[in-house]
């Protein structure tokens, strides 16, 4: 079955930098398109990034744009988001998604991002 794998989080201060990893298996990783969304306490979850199945195309919100990279390695099943600048308002529980031409695939369990002091 499809299994989305995330690692990387962690605490980090204002300013400072993490790489979360999803790792993927139970499906064809090259077919699919991969995001990250995060969900901070009492929001809703949002779209932080995506990248298309070949990575010739991604796409970011407006939030993140210019401090975050979505990247993917489909030799090793794995969509990358390289988080630079973090502010405290990154603070969340980010997920790892995948989807096939609009019809979603699977979520992985999350991993906790916390910009602190």
């Known amino acids: 079955q499809v299994q989305l794998v995330e690692s990387g989080g962690g605490l980090v201060q204002p300013g400072g930098s993490l790489r979360l990893s999803c790792e993927a298996s139970?499906?064809?990783?090259?077919?699919?398109?991969m995001n990250w969304y995060r969900q901070a306490p009492g929001k809703e979850r949002e779209l932080v990034a995506r990248?298309?199945?070949?990575?010739?195309?991604?796409n970011y919100a407006d939030f993140v744009k210019g401090r975050f990279t979505i990247s993917r390695d489909n030799a090793k099943n794995t969509v990358y988001l390289q988080m630079n600048s973090l502010k405290p308002e990154d603070t969340a529980v980010y997920y790892c998604?995948?989807?096939?031409?609009?019809?979603?695939?699977?979520w992985g369990q999350g991993t906790q991002v916390t910009v602190s002091s």
């Open positions: 998604y995948a989807d096939r031409w609009g019809r979603a695939l699977g």
């Open positions: 139970g499906f064809t990783f090259i077919t699919a398109a």
């Open positions: 990248i298309t199945n070949n990575g010739g195309a991604t």
